[in-house]
């Protein structure tokens, strides 16, 4: 069984990734470095094709629902997503935890 990922796995990502900073400022390291296109190219079985990442059910462009049907399900989602955390929001204010850190405030 594996273990959940949790932030602490990705500690060294994030110190070598240095977001935030210029990119000069990162640091590469045994497990994480960039690469070039040509090296990537150089690799068996590289593929750049994100292709899978295409809704499948979008695929015949002449059976996609209207505009307006498209955007009221993106408003719909949007307004059940914003429910979503006012509730959270509601809950931590609850429990006496502010909706906004401090460290975010204006």
Same mark, same amino acid.
């Given at each position: 069984?594996?273990?959940?990922?949790?932030?602490?796995?990705?500690?060294?990502?994030?110190?070598?990734?240095?977001?935030?900073?210029?990119?000069?400022?990162?640091?590469?390291?045994?497990?994480?470095?960039?690469?070039?296109?040509?090296?990537?190219?150089?690799?068996?079985? !590289?593929?750049?094709?994100?292709?899978? *990442?295409?809704? %499948?059910?979008? @695929?015949?462009?002449?059976?996609?629902? #209207?505009? $307006?049907?498209? !955007?009221?399900?993106?408003?719909?989602? *949007?307004?059940? %997503?914003?429910? @979503?955390?006012?509730?959270?929001?509601? #809950?931590? $204010?609850?429990?006496?935890?502010?909706?906004?850190?401090?460290?975010?405030?204006?």
């Amino acid at each position: 069984m594996h273990q959940p990922v949790r932030a602490v796995h990705l500690d060294e990502f994030v110190e070598s990734y240095a977001p935030g900073r210029p990119r000069t400022e990162r640091v590469e390291g045994e497990r994480f470095r960039s690469f070039s296109y040509d090296e990537l190219m150089k690799r068996d079985k !590289a593929n750049l094709d994100i292709t899978w *990442l295409k809704d %499948a059910s979008l @695929e015949d462009l002449d059976d996609l629902p #209207a505009p $307006e049907v498209i !955007a009221r399900e993106i408003v719909d989602d *949007l307004t059940a %997503a914003l429910a @979503e955390f006012e509730a959270v929001a509601l #809950a931590l $204010e609850e429990a006496g935890t502010p909706a906004v850190p401090a460290a975010l405030e204006p």
